[in-house]
Structures are given as C-alpha cells and as structure tokens.
RNA sequence: UCCGGCGUAGCUCAGCUGGCAGAGCGGGUGACUGUUAAUCACUUGGUCGUUGGUUCAAGUCCAACCGCCGGAGCCA
C-alpha cells in the first residue's frame, strides 16, 4: 500500500493509503475512536469504527498515549466537519514506538517548562508555523542574493580578535592561543567584496553579552551582504528590496502557518517601497516632539525606537548617526565630520532594529587611526588595513538578524521562539 | 551588572489577619456511534525552591542563598 503525506492527501480521494506519524490528540465516544496524526506535513482525523476493524485493534486504539508512533491504513474520504477536508476511515493500525505520559498536554504551559521541553516542543503546532516560515525567510534570503548575483562566501566562525570590541566575545582556548567565536563575518566579506564585487555570508554569530531583553540571544543568525563599489545610498536600496522580497515571499507562500499564530497579516499587506528615510538628525527631532528626552549624540534606546517604528506602516530606515557611537569602519559622511556613513531599519509595529550597515572607510590613514582611537590591537586587523592598501574602493554592507526578522513577520514577543534551539543568558539546554 | 516580580501535585495555579495541603488539566479505570483543547463518573498524585530564624504552631512572618520571569543598558 502506497505511504503519503498528509499534505498530499488530497490527491487520494477514496483510495487505500497508509499514513506515518505520530498521535497529536485523540478522543473516544464509545464505539468510536478519532485519532489525530500528525507527520510534519500536516494534521488529520483518523476514524476507527468498532465495526470496521478487528476487536484487538480496536482495544488497542484505546489506549496509545500522545505522541505515540503508527503506522494507518484506510480510506481516504472526503468530510466537510475536518478543517482538512479529509478523513481517514481506518482499517488497520500499527503502533510503531509507544509513549506515554508525553509532558506537553494540549493545556497551557509556562515559557521555562516549554523550552525545558523545546525537543518536544517543536511538535506542537505553533513551533511548527514558526519554524516553517523561518526556513522560508531563509530560503528567501538566498534566492535573493541568487538573483542579484551576490556570491555566497562563508566566514569563518574562530576569529582571533573582535570587530566591535572584546567585551560582547566568547572566548575559547585554540591550542596555544585565544581564539573567540564570531560576532560578525563582515571583515571577511569586506575582503570577498575585493575579490568577487557582491557577496554575502549567512551563519550564525556569538555575543557574550549578558542581556535579558526579548530581542536577545546568545547565538543567532545572521546575514551579511557587502558590496564593492556601493555607496549609502545604494545599500539603502538593496537592504529595503531585499526587506520587502522576503515580505511578499512569507506572505505568498507561508499564509497558513501566519493564520496559525494569529498574526495580523493586514499589517503586514501595508508595507510597501519604498521605506521611509530618517537622518539621525530627523529621529531626534521627531522623537523629541513626541515627548522623548533624547539628546542629540546618544543612540536610539529600544523605547525610542519603538516610538518611531510606530509612526510608519513599513520599516524605516534611519541613517546618519554620529560617528561616536559607532564601530571603528563606519565612514565618516564628508559632508558633515560629526556623522557616519550608516543605516539601521527598524521593523514597524515597534519590532525595532532588524538591520544594521553602511558604507565601510575605505582610507587606509584613516582607518588606521580609528584603530588606534577604539584601542583595538592593530596586529589582529593588519589583514584588514591591507584592503585599503591594494585597491581600496568605496563599499557597503549590512547584516540582518533573521531572529528578529521572524519574529516580526510571525508577531511574535520574544525571539527565542524564532531558533529551534534558543540559546540565551540562562539557557544551554537542551 | 542594575531595578521589579515569582518559586505549592507531571502542568497551570489558588491557599485571606500563622491553626488538618486544594482546584482544573494530565495519568489510570469505566460510560457513550461524530468528537474537535469532547463530555460524564470514579481514582491516582506533594521534600510547599534551599538553609537558618521567630513562634505552642510556618506554605503563610523574617534573613541569606539558589533558580526562573519581566524590564534597563548593549546590540542584530
């Protein structure tokens, strides 16, 4: 008898099928049992009659636990009361590996038990929709940077030094010498963009950092394109395309799994291109008059940027900042020596930064400086002052945190539902 | 790191001015031919986070510690 996924059932209308999954649910009503199967590609009924199947399968149809294994033969039949569509008119069923007392019930839980239990988790319905739609984005994000002609260039993940300061690091031994995990492949891409003109990397990036916010993890992923002969202006452009392609492709192709989470799909339908442009110098200003005391010269807190984000339906793209908050190969905007050349988005609905760039220094003097300035070792970014020594040319990045991006489209609180795996100040397990 | 809050059954929680440890869900048994987080009956289930203190008596009051949650800073 031919296996199919749930997904597919449709296609075998009134025919004999075997289903492969495991017990999502189930309820009995005497000479009834309704199992619900679920196999990854989907959720549906299965109807065991007393009367059309043997006494010991019935027996045993009783008592399988939730999340038990089987294997189910019948019919495919059609039945407007399933939000399938479909049932499945059991003849035989086989129990592949039992369970009981599964820990996660379809009553309600807390966030630790439930990340105690992310192994399970991922089971459930919700993780499910999230997760679908995160292999989208990512699938997006790599069909974009194909189409465009970026070239994929992986960083590496041991880096010897920081790109941002050591404080946010994890450190690890390697053999003799020190060796930390990345907080960015951008250096690397910097010298790719020399090599190739557009590329990108796309993997995950560490930060030591010891915060406990809801846009916070220790371990996410990130991606980062960089390109050769590319100003701000340009880097704009192709961060708010790239934004949007993703938009469109989630809710083209990902509706079902964004009704799951409830997710208020008409905001996001009110996106649209291009992103509104905000100089720091703007943010500030339209920040002050809607009663922040924010003072030019510090960076957007998180409630500043939730307060700006609210004003738009699309993200926003605030750009020019000044070069003291920023990291050392941010370059300074020649029209005014107090700003630097760069751009952070914020998603609407006050999901805040989800992007950050700009145009890289490409003087070798003056990086050299900014170098020194910062307090960084100047061995650890030879190799790096070495691009603008041999052809340096204007380029400019930025790198997305697909956690964020996720959790912004899904409508979601926190970002440690966006991984399957969360990583965070208080969690390494499982 | 700082500021708040919470730790009671497998889970979610109630437990008042200190006086016999509770509910719903889950698990188990049974009833029911159409259930949708099924329903109904019975039943099972506890180191009240840990240590110390106050008291005739502590889940309850006090202290310290541990764990977790929310927020801030920093960032994607």
Known sequence: MKSVRISQIGDFEDQEVQLNGWLYNKRSSGKLHFLQLRDGSGIIQCVVFKGDVAPEIFELCGHVGQECSLAVAGSVRK??????????????????????????????????????????????????????????????????????????????????????GTSTLFETDYFDQKAFLTQSGQLYMEAAAMAFGNVYCFGPTFRAEKSKTRRHLTEF??????????????????????????????????????KVLERDIEALEKVTLPFPRLSYDEAINRLQDLGSDIKWGTDLGGDDETILSKQYDSPILVHRYPLDVKAFYMKEDPEDSRLALCVDMLAPEGYGEIIGGGQREDDFAILTRKINEHELPFEAFKWYTDLRKYGSVPHAGFGMGIERVVAWLCGLKHVRETIPFPRMLQRLYP
């Open 79 to 164: 039945d407007e009361r399933s939000p399938l569509g479909y049932e499945l008119g059991v003849k035989t069923v086989e129990v592949v590996g039992e369970s009981s007392e599964y820990p996660i019930t379809p009553k309600e839980h807390g966030v630790s038990f439930l990340l105690d239990h992310r192994h399970l988790w991922l089971r459930s319905s919700r993780p499910h929709a999230i997760l679908k739609i995160r292999s989208e984005i990512c699938k997006a994000c790599r069909d974009f940077m194909e189409e465009r002609d970026f070239t994929l260039i992986d960083a590496p993940i041991f880096t010897p030094a920081a790109c941002e």
């Open 221 to 258: 992923w990130m991606i980062e394109p960089e390109m050769a002969f590319c100003d701000l202006k340009k880097d704009m452009e192709v961060a708010e395309e790239f934004v949007y392609y993703i938009l469109k492709r989630v809710l083209e192709k990902r509706r079902e799994e964004l």
